[in-house]
Nanobody, 127 residues
Framework: QVQLAESGGGLVQTGDSLRLSCVAS??????MGWFRQAPGKEREFVAS????????YYTNSVKGRFTISRDNAKNTVYLQMNSLKPGDTAVYYC??????????????????????WGQGTQVTVSS
């Protein structure tokens, strides 16, 4: 059983930056990812990263603005968010796969809904 805890959300203005962190209760030998859910919308994929950090994937709307990274020594995955827009407003969740066979590409493929999830952190971007 892996527990995930997100932090770093908040209220910012358009163009500002935030860095989200997600700490796992134990070592995760699996890909990790960030997802978000805006009010009235389905949860969507944002970014994912392989176990070694060598492969990353992003949804098109955040490419060039968001960067995912991980520190396996700290059991932590980060999401650096720059040039934030009101459309980025959502609850952000981190997730990790149920096993070492979960890949970052699989998380990005759409409809990912397995493994372990955090409780989420609110990001609000005002115009």
């Amino acid at each position: 059983q892996v527990q995930l805890a997100e932090s770093g959300g908040g209220l910012v203005q358009t163009g500002d930056s935030l860095r989200l962190s997600c700490v796992a209760s134990g070592r995760t030998f699996s890909a990790m990812g960030w997802f978000r859910q805006a009010p009235g919308k389905e949860r969507e994929f944002v970014a994912s990263i392989s176990v070694a950090g060598s492969s990353t994937y992003y949804t098109n709307s955040v490419k060039g603005r968001f960067t995912i990274s991980r520190d396996n020594a700290k059991n932590t995955v980060y999401l650096q968010m720059n040039s934030l827009k009101p459309g980025d407003t959502a609850v952000y969740y981190c997730a990790t796969g149920p096993s070492r066979f979960t890949t970052a590409q699989a998380m990005a493929a759409g409809g990912y809904d397995s493994g372990y999830w955090g409780q989420g952190t609110q990001v609000t971007v005002s115009s």
